[in-house]
């Protein structure tokens, strides 16, 4: 609802009375005109027929033949008002967009069972889209419960691999719940995207947008099935280093007391031909942790299931772990019956730089192997990610927005277009931050499925968002 006046009244502070009659018809007329133009498409865009008005829209009041007054700039200083609602125009690609602004900030705090937008449909037509919704997410907060020191507190885990939250529960409602952490949304606004917005005969809504100034706070979902449009940030790896590690399978393993087991298949590392040799299968290894920050996350495009982990360098996360190996218990074996003790250990190490290269290549073999590729293109190779996994995001964006789009379009602000339908911008929007040991890490590539299925590693529970012992309000 809009309120418009022709009119401001000015008061004198000493006296308290009005002084001045000031007329704004022409202000009003233009405000009357985009009001108009807005209302128009909004009708047409729903199937309403509009007779179109003449050009020069008359204000109807008897007040509208005010006399015109001039004003001082004493005077004018002494007025003072602000606007709850602002509405602007700009011209991009052709289009133009309307943004009609809320100068005001709303702090939120609210939970959604079942968000689906835009299912079935055009998008439908696209191979392996079909039966999908442009936006699919299941128990969707916005905000969160959190302790005393303001940290939002995670559920419990609903997998034993889930990573631990900053403050992790165990129990349903088992940690102290101390005050609710809102997503706050500064100067919301709907934004319209009008092709020839001068032209009565052919103008045309191509999208409207919701959006904010800027948005920041928590957010957390059960499950992202489907997402649809721009969400991107960056991921933290830490592979953490580890000693007494067997580099094959527990089954095929000499010592069965290793710490870990990287799962890769045995082969022989050195040795005499028919005499004396050395297997994967008989040494464990020390090695140092390797990390990788800042790295690029994205997800992009029309009912996505999974981002696209960017710039691991795995080619090269091979290499730094090779060359910080070193080997803790070794044996020879003689005849490849015997397997003796401290020389197999002593020889393995002095041999080690000339044997690095070669172990090198191995691991990145069983690496390549692992995920469907080559040893060539374990560099530029983007780890998949299921969305499903990512339950926890941290927002502190000024392009935060949803929008329905007749076409693929670049809204202001934007860095790229998003698809047609129901779409989600969040640039820079969230961290993943995955810690794991380099023997889970390497087994969930080379001996699993995980990693080119999308589950390298699993990322923490949702948010708590409700008081009390309710898992989703």
Not at 218 to 227: K, Y
Request: charged share 15%; proline share 3%; glycine share 10%.
């Amino acid at each position: 609802m809009f309120s418009l006046s022709g009119f401001i009244t000015y008061y004198d502070k000493a006296s308290q009375t009005p002084k001045k009659l000031v007329n704004t018809k022409t202000k009003v007329r233009e405000r009357m005109k985009i009001l108009y133009i807005l209302t128009l498409l909004a009708a047409s865009s729903c199937g309403y027929a509009i007779e179109p008005l003449q050009n020069n829209i008359e204000l109807k009041s008897n007040e509208s033949q005010s006399t015109m007054l001039s004003m001082s700039d004493d005077e004018l200083s002494e007025v003072q008002g602000q606007a709850l609602y602002s509405l602007n125009r700009q011209e991009q690609d052709g289009l133009s967009f309307y943004t009609l602004s809320m100068e005001a900030d709303i702090a939120l705090n609210a939970n959604i069972k079942n968000l689906q937008l835009g299912c079935g449909g055009t998008n439908s037509s696209t191979a392996g889209k079909g039966g999908m919704c442009d936006l699919d997410i299941q128990d969707f907060s916005f905000g969160c419960i959190a302790s005393s020191s303001g940290q939002c507190i995670t559920l419990p885990k609903s997998d034993s691999r889930q990573a631990d939250g900053v403050i992790q529960e165990a129990t349903l409602g088992d940690k102290p719940q101390s005050q609710m952490k809102d997503f706050n949304l500064k100067n919301p606004f709907f934004q319209f995207a009008i092709k020839d917005a001068d032209k009565s005969s052919t103008r045309e809504i191509m999208g409207v947008r919701i959006g904010a100034a800027q948005a920041e706070g928590p957010l957390s979902f059960g499950n992202l099935n489907t997402f649809s449009g721009y969400f991107t940030g960056k991921a933290n790896l830490a592979m953490l280093g580890e000693t007494d590690v067997s580099p094959v399978r527990y089954a095929d393993a000499r010592y069965k007391d290793a710490s870990a087991f990287l799962g890769l298949d045995n082969a022989q590392i050195l040795g005499i031909p028919l005499i004396a040799y050395v297997d994967y299968r008989d040494l464990t290894a020390n090695y140092g942790t390797v990390t990788r920050n800042n790295l690029g996350v994205s997800v992009v495009g029309n009912r996505v299931t999974q981002a696209k982990i960017q710039g691991v360098q795995l080619g090269t996360v091979v290499d730094e772990i090779v060359g910080g190996l070193s080997v803790n218990r070794s044996c020879i074996r003689i005849f490849g019956l015997i397997c003796g003790g401290s020389l197999g250990t002593a020889l393995a190490n002095g041999l080690l730089p000339l044997l690095q290269g070669g172990i090198g290549d191995y691991i990145k073999g069983e690496l390549a192997d692992g995920l469907g590729t080559t040893t060539s293109n374990l560099n530029a190779y983007q780890i998949p990610y299921n969305l499903k996994n990512v339950h926890q995001v941290d927002v502190n964006s000024n392009t935060f927005g949803i929008a329905l789009s007749k076409q693929a379009l670049k809204y202001p602000g934007y860095v790229q277009a998003v698809p047609m339908g129901w779409s989600m911008y969040l640039q820079d929007a969230f961290t993943l931050d995955i810690k794991d040991k380099v023997s889970n890490l390497v087994q969930n590539i080379a001996s699993s499925p995980n990693a080119r299925n999308g589950d390298i590693t699993l990322l923490a529970a949702p948010y708590r968002n409700c008081y009390g012992n309710l898992k989703f309000c």
